[in-house]
């Protein structure tokens, strides 16, 4: 029986509790169901739309799997309630957040699930960590690479590197990694 890896990004965001180990807690998550990838820097960033509550620290990161969309996203959902997401409260803070951004170059509008994520090109705190792993990434509905998304794209003066996350990969994701 084969299987198909597919390279999917996905955006980590946390502002509530101890952001930085929140992020490091989800990466550690999904490194048990899929293969973790290049990992962006951090970013502490304003709050969008609802801006009456704490600031974010923000990555994004490469995943291979072999998950369909629609499980990652339930993979996604499981993660942020684990790590303590309240459910149905869209805006809210948070101690996690995990958005798919692209999986693979596929183009899927369905009531659930929308990718590439449709808020993706207005958002500095997206733009900003993709295109540090990946500036060549061609967007599938517009043709543009990330690096020419981020230089279209304001309010990237509230978005401010903040190192690196604190996840170590486990011995089988290091090996996992080598290809």
């Keep these: 029986m084969s299987f198909e890896l597919v390279t999917a990004y996905l955006s980590l965001g946390s502002n509530l509790g101890n952001r930085q180990d929140n992020l490091d807690k989800a990466l550690d ?30 990555l994004v990161c490469q995943v291979h799997t072999s ?3 629609e ?17 149905g409260k869209s805006g809210a803070p948070r101690p996690i957040d995990i958005d798919i951004l692209f999986y693979g170059s596929r183009v899927i509008e369905t009531p659930e699930l929308v990718i ?29 690479t990330i690096r020419e998304l981020l230089q279209r794209v304001a309010g990237t003066s509230g978005v401010l590197k903040q190192g690196t996350p604190g996840w170590k990969r486990n011995e089988k994701e290091r090996e996992c990694i080598r290809y």
């Excluded at 962006?40 to 969008?48: A, F, G, K, M, R």
């Excluded at 684990?82 to 459910?87: E, T």
């Excluded at 990434?137 to 517009?142: A, D």
């Design 29 to 58: 998550l999904l490194s048990q169901r899929l293969r973790v990838g290049m990992i962006s820097s951090l970013y502490d960033t304003e709050p969008v739309g609802n801006i009456n509550q704490p600031r974010f620290l923000n």
């Design 71 to 87: 499980k990652l996203l339930a993979l996604a959902k499981e993660i942020e309630l684990k790590l303590g997401r309240a459910s």
């Design 116 to 144: 590439p994520h449709p808020r993706l090109t207005e958002r500095a705190f997206v733009l900003i960590p993709l295109a540090e792993i990946a500036p060549d990434l061609v967007h599938p509905i517009s043709g543009k």
């Design 67 to 69: 998950l369909g969309p």
